[in-house]
């Protein structure tokens, strides 16, 4: 391990900042979903159970309510209040202003909280025109119907709004769905009580039968009709006076200034609201072009795997494979306390069936009885290097002093190689522009649950990645578990660097930039031990995703290089960029907002589309695992992957870029072994056997 790998601690600051970040998402979300689409059902008024008290049904619209004490009022004769409900709209608001302007005349506005805080300028405008505010509630849900909570803060949110927008507060009050006072019935005359005991002044229209020149209040809405009417009764000659609600009863204004405080709490409600609004537009941007980015990278990867299996089968001029391949082959399998699995490993390479065959373990340090167990492997074939611990590169390095042959094959001290995978493995070197063959891994303990889902990982998104990565020219990754490489090659590039966690996508980063190809063999199958629990899968990912970080970064001028090297950086450091970093930056809010459709929209539509993009996951998974000659029993995993597995992964890459930029080194992270890697292969033996057959 270079020592640059180990000067710092992992940070945890960023997990402060992300559990910061989420929450306020989180809050800014469910606040937009309360008030742009409610979730307590108070959008419909209940039909009337029992008349409004005798005393309130004198024909009087404006109502002062005090315990039993009812006190009724309207306009004087040839005086109108206009008011208009709801608002302020950005169309039509501006033009009911200009109208009132042009007669001289003022009205009353009974606002929405939701859209003055979604446009503070109108709603100051409103105020330094003279006009008098009043409450419409926040959302215009009907309080009959609203829970007590819901209620109050459909009028605490009102005023903290107006006082954010223009500094005021306000005691008239208009109830949603209610025309004149006959209609404050039933559940209604229980929600006017309520207000009332807050101090509100409850304003409610005359009926449309009575003349104006009697002393009307008429409330018309934002839009075309509710301008014609308005302007109508301007225009009406037997009219002396056209004022607020409280102007016209000779009243003080109950639109008053608020302080400091409510002020800048009502600002605060501001940003809240617009933040909520932002973050939603554009999160249903983001999770569109990520829902179809998703859906095309899927769709790529099953056309590119097809066009892979063509080319394979038909062996066209310019395939990789020229003749067979013979010649010698040095295997390095790097250990440190690995004595549960390097015996597994040892004796499945020397039962392979390419018999030419140098087997170099170097020994890295080792505390346990690794090296004892490959000493008591008696095989010339098999040769034994002691050094101190240094980490894996310079152990393959070491190795890589050692080879005799022009052929080396890279192995992990977790995997078992199945008979002919060596012999497999090498073919496509006949090819002289081929400088590394990248096999295919299988995970060997996938009893649990969270081994089925690396193996579906391993299936689907390693594997069919690699078969879209050969027909385009640009493998990133040839896995430590299963590689074959040119020892030219390898010197060409100074054998396996240190600058980075993940040594063998640096390893093969280089190749290309060094004019080599790097191609995927299907057939050559290895199996490997995964990680059992989540802490060992996080360590795993979290330097795989780190380390490759460093790799892209450090080879970010083949982006502008010519030949391989720049087909390479242009596709492969792109998907990369796009597929494994900038998009799982984005998942967990995505995750957050898909939440947030299924609780505030139509859930309905947002069970339909995670529905289809799971049916385009599986058709996908249900291809890749018979290119893979799997099971398909196996997918009945994939849907629970999308509730847990994915997040994990998503939560390793952002605390990853987060080290990344932070500029920390991360230190190696070692796996418990098990000796599992050769599980699945032993069962499928077991399973086959004429013993089992009996």
């Known amino acids: 391990m270079s020592p640059r790998h180990a000067l710092r601690r992992t940070p945890r600051g960023h997990w402060i900042l992300l559990f910061l970040v989420l929450p306020v998402v989180t809050i800014s979300l469910l606040f937009e979903g309360w008030t742009t689409h409610e979730v307590d059902a108070a959008r419909e008024k209940e039909p009337c159970t029992r008349p409004v008290p005798a005393a309130a049904d004198d024909g009087q619209p404006v109502l002062r309510l005090d315990g039993d004490r009812i006190e009724t009022a309207g306009m004087p004769p040839r005086t109108a209040a206009l008011t208009f409900n709801g608002g302020p709209d950005p169309h039509w608001t501006p033009r009911l202003l200009d109208l009132l302007r042009e007669h001289d005349a003022h009205a009353t506005f009974f606002l929405y909280g939701a859209r003055a805080a979604r446009h503070p300028a109108l709603v100051r405008r409103i105020r330094a025109e003279g006009h008098e505010i009043g409450s419409y509630t926040y959302t215009g849900g009907d309080l009959g119907t609203a829970s007590t909570l819901r209620a109050r803060m459909e009028l605490a949110l009102t005023q903290t709004a107006l006082a954010g927008t223009a500094g005021v507060r306000t005691r008239l009050l208009r109830l949603p769905h209610t025309t004149a006072a006959d209609t404050l019935c039933g559940a209604e005359w229980r929600a006017a009580q309520r207000a009332a005991a807050q101090g509100y002044l409850l304003v409610a229209a005359d009926h449309k039968s009575r003349r104006p020149s009697q002393g009307v209040i008429r409330q018309y809405s934002h839009t075309d009709l509710g301008y014609r009417e308005a302007r109508a009764l301007l225009g009406n000659p037997r009219m002396d006076k056209f004022s607020t609600v409280t102007a016209g009863l000779g009243r003080p204004t109950l639109t008053t200034p608020v302080g400091v405080t409510e002020r800048l709490k009502g600002e605060g409600l501001l940003w809240a609201q617009t933040l909520g609004h932002a973050f939603t537009r554009a999160m249903a941007w983001v999770l569109g072009v990520a829902g179809v980015l998703g859906v095309v990278r899927l769709l790529l990867l099953a056309v590119f795997a097809r066009a892979h299996v063509r080319r394979v089968d038909r062996l066209r001029p310019g395939a990789p494979r020229l003749r067979e391949v013979h010649d010698p082959v ?143 020219e640009c493998m990133p990754t040839v896995p430590g578990a299963i590689g074959a490489f040119r020892r030219d090659a390898l010197m060409g590039v100074g054998g396996v660097s240190e600058d980075t966690l993940a040594e063998d996508t640096d390893l093969t980063m280089s190749l290309w930039r060094a004019g080599w190809r790097v191609v995927y063999e299907e057939s050559a199958i290895a199996w490997t031990e995964v990680p059992g629990t989540i802490g060992q899968l996080w360590r795993q990912r979290y330097r795989w995703c780190y380390g490759t970080l460093q790799s892209m970064w450090k080879h970010r001028r083949s982006l502008v290089e010519m030949g391989p090297a720049g087909r390479f950086g242009r596709r492969g450091l792109t998907y990369l960029t796009l597929f494994q970093v900038v998009l799982p930056l984005f998942a967990p809010v995505v995750d957050v907002f898909a939440l947030y459709g299924l609780c505030f929209r139509d859930p309905t539509e947002a069970l339909l589309v995670w529905l289809g993009f799971l049916v385009v996951q599986l058709v996908t998974a249900g291809y890749a695992l018979r290119l893979d000659g799997e099971r398909l029993r196996e997918l009945w995993a994939l849907p629970l992957q999308l509730f847990v597995y994915r997040q994990l992964l998503y939560l390793v890459v952002i605390q990853s870029v987060i080290t990344a930029l932070l500029g920390t080194r991360l230190k190696w992270h070692r796996m418990l072994r098990t000796g599992t890697g050769d599980q699945h292969l032993l069962e499928e033996a077991d399973r086959h056997s004429p013993a089992s057959a009996r």
């Open 330 to 472: 040095t295997v390095l399998v790097p250990a440190h306390n690995e004595e549960a699995g390097i015996g597994a490993t040892v004796r499945s390479l020397l039962a392979s069936l390419y018999p030419r065959l140098q087997i170099v373990v170097i020994d890295d340090g080792s505390t346990d009885r690794t090296p004892q167990i490959v000493e008591a492997i008696d095989d010339p074939r098999v040769t034994l290097v002691r050094r101190p611990n240094g980490g894996k590169p310079r152990a393959l390095n070491t190795g890589l002093a050692h080879a005799r042959h022009d052929i080396v094959v890279m192995v992990d001290a977790d995997t078992v190689f199945e008979p002919d995978a060596l012999y497999r493995l090498v073919q496509p070197l006949a090819h002289p522009a081929v400088g590394a063959v990248s096999g295919n891994t299988k995970v060997g303990n996938r009893r649990s649950l969270l081994g089925r889902w690396q193996h579906l990982e391993y299936v689907i998104g390693f594997n069919l990645d690699r078969r879209m990565f050969e027909v385009l």
